[in-house]
T-cell receptor, first 111, second 115 residues
Framework: DQQVKQNSPSLSVQEGRISILNCDYTNSMFDYFLWYKKYPAEGPTFLISISSIKDKNEDGRFTVFLNKSAKHLSLHIVPSQPGDSAVYFCAGTGTASKLTFGTGTRLQVTL | NAGVMQNPRHLVRRRGQEARLRCSPMKGHSHVYWYRQLPEEGLKFMVYLQKENIIDESGMPKERFSAEFPKEGPSILRIQQVVRGDSAAYFC?????????????FGPGTRLTVL
């Protein structure tokens, strides 16, 4: 049972444009969501998070939007930079401390 | 300020052997989590430990897998009698506080290959 889904395995965006990565979840108990970025042969690095009491959280070039009624969140990166090329994982959590991850979206930012 | 350390980074075992994966959390962190990433999949939670206690092992396979986080020393994930399906990247994460709203800091992972 895939509780967190990232339906786009890959995304290619030109440098300077906006990257939009999407994530859907099914577990209504999730009330906190996180985005992690992962380079090859490294561990995931925390990027940004959002609580279910909010619908938007912004940190520099990164903004996460949460639509609770649709059980959908998205990560916007603007402007996209070549160094943003990585795999992005969405994760949800509730009262338990464990994170439930999606399968990831590979973002490639081209020149 | 060293991050989460994992060793070895790469481990090769033959079927039936034992694999021991070590994780040293960040300084001051007493909460450790283990995740496994199979090829082309996301990370899946295995176990959550505090010093000397297993808090949540709901993601651990029922057989052959065990984890510990002793009072002194690193956390150990032990896989007995490894099979090819155990080949994966195993990530450890740590956090300073309990609860789901605290950022988990991940180590670089141990890539286990079972021949």
């Amino acid at each position: 049972d895939q509780q967190v889904k990232q339906n786009s395995p890959s995304l290619s965006v030109q440098e300077g444009r906006i990257s939009i990565l999407n994530c859907d979840y099914t577990n209504s108990m999730f009330d906190y969501f996180l985005w992690y970025k992962k380079y090859p042969a490294e561990g995931p690095t925390f990027l940004i998070s959002i609580s279910s009491i909010k619908d938007k959280n912004e940190d520099g070039r990164f903004t996460v939007f949460l639509n609770k009624s649709a059980k959908h969140l998205s990560l916007h990166i603007v402007p996209s930079q070549p160094g943003d090329s990585a795999v992005y994982f969405c994760a949800g959590t509730g009262t338990a401390s464990k994170l439930t991850f999606g399968t990831g979206t590979r973002l490639q930012v081209t020149l | 300020n060293a991050g989460v350390m994992q060793n070895p980074r790469h481990l090769v075992r033959r079927r039936g052997q034992e694999a021991r994966l070590r994780c040293s959390p960040m300084k001051g962190h007493s909460h450790v989590y283990w995740y496994r990433q199979l090829p082309e999949e996301g990370l899946k939670f295995m176990v959550y430990l505090q010093k000397e206690n297993i808090i949540d092992e709901s993601g651990m396979p029922k057989e052959r897998f065990s984890a510990e986080f002793p009072k002194e020393g690193p956390s150990i994930l032990r896989i007995q009698q490894v099979v090819r399906g155990d080949s994966a990247a195993y990530f450890c994460a740590s956090s300073p506080l309990a609860g789901p709203y605290n950022e988990q800091f991940f180590g670089p992972g141990t890539r286990l290959t079972v021949l």
